[in-house]
């Protein structure tokens, strides 16, 4: 059974549309997080949430919006795509502060 | 500069061999250090997780040390097996997680 499992594993799209990634973590954790990971494979987090308090990393810009329907759940949106945007984005969670679970991950490409 | 700086960047070993990598930060106090291995396409997954206090936990054939006072810590890993072949990434916990650059690993037969 996956812990945090993440869809989709690959997207590619072009500059200007707007897409979403699903993440959904079966462990009961109380914080999501969403990563991403750039091609020198440093992970930057982006946003973390838990119920009712969302930290955003002020370098994200506001094209990016994560959606929680509820606990299990973290999405993210993602407006006016720009090729920047090309990255690998990785959905975590955790109990509290503690070790964080990593999804699989989603390649994004931007054309 | 990074507060979490990781060396060596990449390291080739035969397999069967022992290597240690390094973990330099700048950022004290924190809760917690972690070791985190990530295969190619895969998300981190935790390895370790050392408080403040704690200077050495190990996980099989991985060892990781905590040296608060020169703002080190390593990772040893022993006998070194073809599927180490991965990054491995050392996190700081303040709490807020600050992730190291990484170092990729590969292990050849």
């Known amino acids: 059974d996956t812990a945090v499992s993440q869809t989709p594993k690959y997207l590619v799209t072009q500059m200007g549309n707007d897409k979403s990634i699903k993440c959904e973590q079966n462990?009961?954790?109380?914080?999501m997080y969403w990563y991403k990971q750039d091609s020198k494979k440093f992970l930057k987090i982006m946003f973390s949430y838990n119920n009712k308090e969302l930290i955003i990393n002020e370098t994200v810009p506001n094209r990016f919006s994560p959606k929680s329907p509820d606990k299990a759940h973290l999405n993210l949106h993602i407006n006016s795509l720009e090729l920047g945007d090309s990255a690998v984005y990785f959905c975590?969670?955790?109990?509290?502060?503690?070790?964080?679970?990593f999804g699989p991950g989603t390649r994004l490409t931007v054309l | 500069k990074n507060q979490v700086e990781q060396s060596p960047q990449s390291l080739i070993i035969l397999e069967g061999k022992n290597c240690t990598l390094q973990?330099?930060?700048?950022?004290?106090?924190?809760?917690?250090l972690r070791w985190y291995k990530q295969d190619t396409g895969r998300g981190p997954v935790s390895l370790t997780i050392?408080?403040?206090?704690?200077n050495t936990k190990s996980n099989g054939r991985y060892t990781a040390t905590l040296d608060a006072d020169t703002k080190q810590s390593s990772l040893h890993i022993t006998a070194s097996q073809l599927s180490d072949s991965a990054s491995y990434i050392c996190v700081v916990s303040l709490p807020g997680l600050i992730f190291g650059t990484g170092t990729r690993l590969q292990v050849f037969p």
């Open positions: 050392m408080t403040f206090s704690e």
């Open positions: 975590a969670s955790s109990q509290r502060d503690r070790v964080l679970f």
């Open positions: 973990c330099n930060y700048t950022v004290s106090p924190f809760s917690n």
């Open positions: 462990l009961g954790h109380d914080t």
